[in-house]
Every structure is written in C-alpha cells, then in structure tokens.
C-alpha cells in the first residue's frame, strides 16, 4: 500500500484496479458488520484491553490500586506527607520516603514566596513534626541555607553548596552564643542541582532532624539544643525560588 499521495486524490482507491469495490478493500467479501480491526466483530468493551475493559484504570493490570502509587507503601496521611515503608526511621504510617526506585524530581509548583523566608514555629520543635519545603534551586546558585533559630542560636544550620574548592557539601552545624560548633559533612550523595526543582522533607523527634530530598532519606542531625521548644522560627535564605512552606504534625 502506498504511503502519501503526492499527485492529488484518484477518484477511485489507486491500489484497486478497475474502480472502488463497493466494500472496504482491505476487506474481501464486502465490510464486516463491526469493526475490521476486530475480526469476528467488535468487542463489546474497548479494544485495546482484549477481553474486555478493566473495571479501573487500564494502567494498572488488575485494577487500580487503593493509595496513590507514586507514594511506595501507601497514601500519604495529609498534604504533603510521605508514607513510608520504614527503613531510615521515618515512621510507618507517617511521613517520610520509602527506599523507592529512585530519587523523584517534583513538579515546579505555581506559587512563589518571598526570599529571605521566616517561618515561625508558634510550638516549637516537638515530636513529629513535619516541614515540608519546595521550591527551585537558581540556575548560578553558589549555596542555599536553612536555619533553625532560637532567639540568636541556631540549632540546625542546613548549608548545601555547590562548590565549595570545586566540590559540592553540604554543611550542617549549630551556633550557640555566636560560636559555631562542630561541622558535619560527610554525606554519599548530594541531590540538588542547579536550575531544578526539589523538595525537603525535615521530621522533627525527640533526638534529631531527619531530612529527606526529593522522596530519599539523605541525613540526621541529632539535637544540640535540648530546648527544643525555644526553637522558634526556621529561616530559608540564598540561591534559591521558594514555592511553598508546610508544617504538620505527623501521627
């Protein structure tokens, strides 16, 4: 069968010489009843599920699951919540990210927040509460910065930078009385990246932070400040777009 027809459109099908059939030509014998692509007539459902169309969402064979499937283990419990498996001590059920296939770059959210960000936090810290943070790392961006305040001490310094002496860290300490303590760096993976979308997931309990990136656990940062109530405001500051700050308290 020919492909494009280059010349104009023949009166009659050029691949059936002496004029059109009165029937489908692909068709010996005149047109079947139903549909041709479906020998022996159309199938009451559609035709690309043989056998009939699926009850739910045809892309889930054998159903469409109960919880939403790009959160492994199950629905989150609220906006923004993560439903884990378990492993990295985030709680189940509860937020955090479950081990998955792999990191998951989030869509770029519409809204936009003003850069320097103060949140407060009218409670506190306390156990099991959950800061979710979006937004867009600049395209140049040298560092971004999250800090955990309490009053002029800084019980959590958050610092990811792109490139420090050419490498990239990300640095976490505490301040107290103006003096900074002692850094923390190691860390196997570094999972933002200039120009693109990300989302920190930051679980507060009794003993430390626990941040995850882009739905995989990366750190923990045991508590230096054991007033964790004093800790009233997060601060979110340098090379980056914020789309959206959301606390809640995880079951």
């Given at each position: 069968?020919?492909?494009?027809?280059?010349?104009?459109?023949?009166?009659?099908n050029?691949t059936?010489?002496?004029?059109?059939?009165?029937?489908n030509?692909?068709?010996?014998?005149?047109?079947?009843?139903a549909?041709?692509?479906?020998?022996?007539?159309q199938?009451?459902a559609?035709?690309?599920?043989?056998?009939?169309q699926p009850?739910?969402?045809?892309?889930?064979?054998?159903?469409?699951?109960a919880?939403?499937?790009?959160?492994?283990?199950?629905?989150?419990?609220?906006?923004g919540?993560?439903?884990?498996?378990?492993?990295?001590g985030?709680?189940?059920?509860?937020?955090?990210?479950?081990?998955?296939?792999?990191?998951?770059i989030?869509?770029?959210s519409q809204?936009?927040?003003v850069?320097?960000?103060?949140?407060?936090?009218?409670?506190g810290?306390?156990?099991?509460?959950?800061?979710t943070?979006?937004?867009?790392?600049?395209?140049n961006?040298?560092?971004?910065t999250?800090?955990?305040?309490?009053?002029?001490?800084l019980?959590?310094?958050?610092?990811?930078?792109?490139n420090?002496s050419?490498?990239?860290v990300?640095v976490?300490?505490?301040?107290?009385?103006?003096?900074?303590?002692?850094?923390?760096?190691?860390?196997?993976?570094?999972?933002?990246?200039?120009?693109?979308p990300f989302?920190?997931?930051?679980?507060?309990?009794?003993r430390?932070?626990?941040?995850?990136?882009?739905?995989?656990?990366?750190?923990?940062?045991?508590?230096?400040?054991?007033?964790?109530?004093?800790?009233?405001?997060?601060?979110i500051?340098?090379d980056?777009?914020?789309?959206?700050?959301?606390?809640?308290t995880?079951?």
């Amino acid at each position: 069968m020919s492909s494009c027809n280059s010349g104009g459109q023949p009166a009659a099908n050029p691949t059936w010489p002496g004029g059109q059939p009165a029937a489908n030509p692909t068709w010996p014998g005149g047109q079947p009843a139903a549909n041709p692509t479906w020998p022996g007539g159309q199938p009451a459902a559609n035709p690309t599920w043989p056998g009939g169309q699926p009850a739910a969402n045809p892309t889930w064979p054998g159903g469409q699951p109960a919880a939403n499937p790009t959160w492994p283990g199950g629905q989150h419990g609220g906006e923004g919540m993560m439903q884990p498996a378990a492993p990295g001590g985030w709680p189940n059920p509860g937020p955090g990210p479950g081990p998955g296939p792999g990191p998951t770059i989030p869509a770029i959210s519409q809204h936009s927040l003003v850069v320097p960000h103060k949140q407060t936090l009218p409670n506190g810290i306390y156990d099991k509460l959950l800061i979710t943070i979006t937004g867009t790392i600049k395209p140049n961006a040298d560092k971004i910065t999250i800090d955990f305040a309490a009053s002029s001490d800084l019980a959590f310094h958050f610092n990811p930078r792109f490139n420090e002496s050419g490498k990239k860290v990300i640095v976490r300490n505490s301040c107290f009385s103006k003096k900074w303590g002692k850094e923390e760096r190691d860390l196997l993976h570094f999972p933002f990246v200039q120009g693109q979308p990300f989302e920190i997931k930051i679980l507060c309990t009794n003993r430390e932070f626990k941040v995850a990136v882009n739905n995989s656990h990366l750190l923990d940062f045991k508590h230096r400040l054991t007033n964790l109530r004093s800790i009233n405001a997060v601060n979110i500051y340098n090379d980056l777009n914020l789309s959206r700050v959301n606390m809640e308290t995880v079951p």
